[in-house]
């Protein structure tokens, strides 16, 4: 029921900084989660951020220190700042909102290389 459109991938190089931004529609009353996970080339998918709407985070140990998850609860947008950029960055990001279900955004490629 909950359309996910993210936005800001593309190709960065190594030490580089993204930042994506999922949308939701509408806005969400009541307490929630949004976060993204990530998926590269023969891997598996991974959790890399979360947040809820209480300002509650969690990382991933491979990003933590390098990203940072925002979210703006009157637009139900989370933002991922990725910096410091390493090549096994490169994936598949999904964003993702969680209340009584998760519902998924398509996904948005990053990758990192020189």
């Known amino acids: 029921q909950v359309q996910l459109v993210e936005s800001g991938g593309g190709l960065v190089q190594p030490g580089g900084s993204l930042r994506l931004s999922c949308a939701g529609s509408g806005s969400i009353f009541g307490i929630y989660t949004m976060g993204w996970s990530r998926q590269a080339p023969g891997k598996q998918r991974e959790l890399v951020a979360a947040?809820?709407?209480?300002?509650?985070?969690n990382y991933a140990d491979s990003v933590k220190g390098r990203f940072a998850v925002s979210l703006d609860n009157a637009k139900t947008t989370v933002y991922l700042q990725m910096n410091s950029l390493k090549p096994e960055d490169t994936a598949v990001y999904y964003c993702?909102?969680?209340?009584?279900?998760?519902?998924w955004g398509q996904g948005i490629q990053v990758t990192v290389s020189s």
């Open positions: 947040i809820n709407s209480g300002g509650s985070t």
């Open positions: 993702y909102l969680h209340v009584a279900r998760y519902n």
